[in-house]
Every structure is written in structure tokens, then in C-alpha cells.
T-cell receptor, first 115, second 113 residues
Framework: DTGVSQDPRHKITKRGQNVTFRCDPI?????LYWYRQTLGQGPEFLTY????????KSRLLSDRFSAERPKGSFSTLEIQRTEQGDSAMYLC?????????????FGQGTRLTVV | GDSVTQMEGPVTLSEEAFLTINCTYT??????LFWYVQYPGEGLQLLLK?????DKGSNKGFEATYRKETTSFHLEKGSVQVSDSAVYFC????????????FGDGTTLTVKP
């Protein structure tokens, strides 16, 4: 397995445009997480899925943000009407819950710049 | 809510120096504790973890002990190398949801030859 992969690695967009990011988790992992990381800060939890069900959303996830995991495999994170404050690294992680030594594996992230 | 506080950086050391990065936490229940490392241009990698009080996590010469009485999980390494230069994040999660973590703000370590 090649680990968690995210696409694209970098995205530059104009304010007001919509963007969509994709995350492919480790294949047997049932949980998938999205985080946002701004410069000089640690990652902040946005939302997570167990299989295809979105179980929790942070208050950081405004109405302009939507995440899906339609078949319980890959996930997409869409930001509508982007704002400059959305510029950040968006990280995806996956884990296999229900095992003794579960841990989360992170992708390399998608860096979004809104100009 | 849960929170993690890391010592402020950046930290600059000479090769073979001793490293300590302090981490304290606030959480309800019995969280699992983690240290992650982020090399330039890369994603987060789990460095070590501990899931209960007095557990010691270790990996690549790094160690951290879960101290419930002081709510701490300090990272240590006896002799750092230039290749250890990176950003280090302390984090906690609930015992039943390892991927939903609360992170500290990170400590940048630079090791000079």
C-alpha cells in the first residue's frame, strides 16, 4: 500500500472560485479525517467519516465547506466561494478503528492559496 | 475542551546535543498521546505514542513518557542529528478515535553540524 494520497498537492485559486480536493486513504481503513493547518499552527480537526457516514463536523467547517465519502473509499473536500482566509494546508488522514494499536496515517496535504 | 501546549520554539541545537521538547495537555478521560514529526514539504509522520499512564513511547532514539500526574508527555533524545531537523507536534486523541486528534502548535527544531 502506498499510504494516504492527496490530490492536488498545490492549488492556487482566485477568491470566489470553488475548489475540490481528493483524498485516497489506505485501502482497508474505515475512518477518514480532514484537517486544516495554517502556517505556524498545528492541524485543526475539520470532519471525519466512518465508511461513508460523516460522523462529526467541527464548527470550523462553515457552510461553504462540504465533504463526502460516497462509497466509503476516497473522499472529497469542496470549498465554495473561496476566501483569502481559506489559504492553508488541508490534510487527510485515515485509520482502522477497532484494532488494539490503531493509529492515524496522514497524507502529504493539499496546499491551497487563495489570491 | 481538550488542549495541548508545547514549548515555544524555535529550538536550535548542535549535533549530538540533548533534546527536550515540553508538552502538557488538558483532557477529559484517558487520552492517547502522540508525537508527530513533519519534515519540510512532507506530511505528518507518527513518531511515537503512548496509550496509558506511565507508558513510554520510543522510536528512532526519541522517547516520551505519559505522565498523568503532571499531564505531560515531554519528548527527549539523547543525541540529535542534523537529519532530526523538522517540526515536532504533540497531540492527543480519545482512546477510541485515534484519528481525531488535538494538536499543539508545533516546535521547530534545527540541528547544526
Amino acid at each position: 500500500d502506498t499510504g494516504v494520497s492527496q490530490d492536488p498537492r498545490h492549488k492556487i485559486t482566485k477568491r470566489g472560485q470553488n475548489v475540490t480536493f481528493r483524498c485516497d486513504p489506505i485501502s482497508e481503513h474505515n475512518r477518514l479525517y480532514w484537517y486544516r493547518q495554517t502556517l505556524g499552527q498545528g492541524p485543526e480537526f475539520l470532519t471525519y467519516f466512518q465508511n461513508e457516514a460523516q460522523l462529526e463536523k467541527s464548527r470550523l467547517l462553515s457552510d461553504r465547506f462540504s465533504a463526502e465519502r460516497p462509497k466509503g473509499s476516497f473522499s472529497t473536500l469542496e470549498i465554495q466561494r473561496t476566501e483569502q482566509g481559506d489559504s492553508a494546508m488541508y490534510l487527510c488522514a485515515s485509520s482502522l478503528e477497532g484494532t488494539v494499536n490503531t493509529e492515524a496515517f496522514f497524507g502529504q496535504g493539499t496546499r491551497l492559496t487563495v489570491v | 475542551g481538550d488542549s495541548v501546549t508545547q514549548m515555544e520554539g524555535p529550538v536550535t541545537l548542535s549535533e549530538e546535543a540533548f533534546l527536550t521538547i515540553n508538552c502538557t495537555y488538558t483532557a477529559t478521560g484517558y487520552p492517547s498521546l502522540f508525537w508527530y514529526v513533519q519534515y519540510p514539504g512532507e506530511g505528518l509522520q507518527l513518531l511515537l505514542k503512548a496509550t496509558k499512564a506511565d507508558d513510554k513511547g520510543s522510536n528512532k532514539g526519541f522517547e516520551a513518557t505519559y505522565r498523568k500526574e503532571t499531564t505531560s508527555f515531554h519528548l527527549e533524545k539523547g543525541s540529535v542529528q542534523v537529519s532530526d531537523s523538522a517540526v515536532y507536534f504533540c497531540a492527543l486523541s480519545g482512546s477510541t478515535n485515534a484519528g481525531k486528534s488535538t494538536f499543539g502548535d508545533g516546535t521547530t527544531l534545527t540541528v547544526k553540524p
